[in-house]
């Protein structure tokens, strides 16, 4: 897939570090992770040469950085832990001065979110290449590096949030015969006109993930949630998700020729709140076959 994205109106990504004094035996290996603020007016997304633009942004702030946990966050680590050990142990991120951290992740937009996928676009094959992507990065990177002994990877406690106060996405379709549509090559003879086959809007929407708990008591809940409790299975590596919060004011379906007037589903003060978690059975799961490795045409 190609990705072009034109940024209008000003735009500014800051990137800051911050000194700590540290015991002189402190491990300077910790808590190395700049913090990240990026804002901008309007930003449009284009992909694989269509003209108009897949995803408009209005507003859009980005802030990531690292903060110590406070009290609750270290209490509600602790009360997870299956075994007792000592806070400040190697197995959650800390700072200089041995104090748990925590990152966060905000992502909000204050203005819409707009999402418009043509037929020609072959979606499928891009959510195939945006999966491949931080896999291609990494191992680039990790040859640029060279070989290195990588240490233990610590558990960093985490909140991830995202406010939309407008989100528009649309499945469209070719209309040749409607109005109110959009012209997806206007400069050539053959003019594609398209129509909003399904359409769904989310107003005043947030979402925020909570990751304040160990492996091992997620490990636990998963074995949990199983109804087959012949054997236990390990997950992971890597497990995504956490306690999950999801508001919405207003949801509104459409499918044509059905319109926002009149829609197909509307859904009013939406509300979910539990523990949503991603992830795949361990490759030491008796019967799991090892996945191929294979090379990336650039590397």
């Known amino acids: 897939s190609l990705v072009h994205t034109i940024i209008d109106g ?14 002189p035996n402190a491990s300077l290996k910790q808590m190395t992770k700049p913090n990240i603020d990026f804002e901008a007016k309007y930003i449009k997304l284009l992909l694989n040469g269509i003209p108009s633009p897949i995803f408009t942004f209005e507003d859009i702030r980005f802030h990531n950085y690292i903060r110590r946990a406070n009290v609750h966050e270290i209490d509600e680590y602790m009360s997870k832990i299956m075994d007792s050990i000592d806070v400040h142990d190697d197995n959650i991120a800390t700072d200089h001065d041995g104090h748990p951290t925590k990152e966060i992740f905000e992502l909000n937009l204050g203005g819409n979110l707009t999402a418009r996928f043509p ?6 094959d891009v959510i195939d290449d945006l999966v491949l992507l931080p896999k ?3 191992t680039g990177l990790d040859r640029l590096k060279g070989v290195q002994n990588k240490s233990a990877k610590k558990y960093q406690l985490m909140t991830i949030k995202c406010i939309i106060p407008f989100l528009d996405i649309s499945l469209m379709a070719n209309d ?3 109005e109110d549509s959009m012209h997806l090559y206007p400069t050539t003879a053959n003019q594609s006109i398209l129509r909003d086959e399904f359409r769904v809007c989310f107003d005043a929407a947030e979402v925020s993930i909570e990751r304040n708990a160990p492996n091992e008591s997620i ?6 949630l199983d109804e087959d409790d012949s054997s236990k299975y390990s997950y992971g590596p890597a497990i995504q998700g956490g306690l999950i919060r999801v508001t919405i004011q207003h949801v509104l379906c459409t499918l044509h020729p059905l319109t926002l007037a009149s829609p197909l589903v509307r859904i009013d003060d939406f509300a979910i709140n539990g523990d949503l978690y991603l992830a795949g059975l361990s490759s030491s799961t008796p019967g799991i076959q090892k996945g191929d490795e294979k090379s990336f045409l650039l590397m």
């Not at 490990?219 to 949990?224: G, P, V």
């Open 119 to 124: 037929p020609v676009l072959e979606f499928g």
């Open 176 to 178: 040749p015969d409607a």
């Open 10 to 23: 000003g735009s500014a990504i800051n990137i800051s570090m911050a000194k700590y004094l540290s015991r």
């Open 219 to 224: 490990q636990s809940q998963l074995n949990a």
């Open 136 to 138: 291609a990065l990494s």
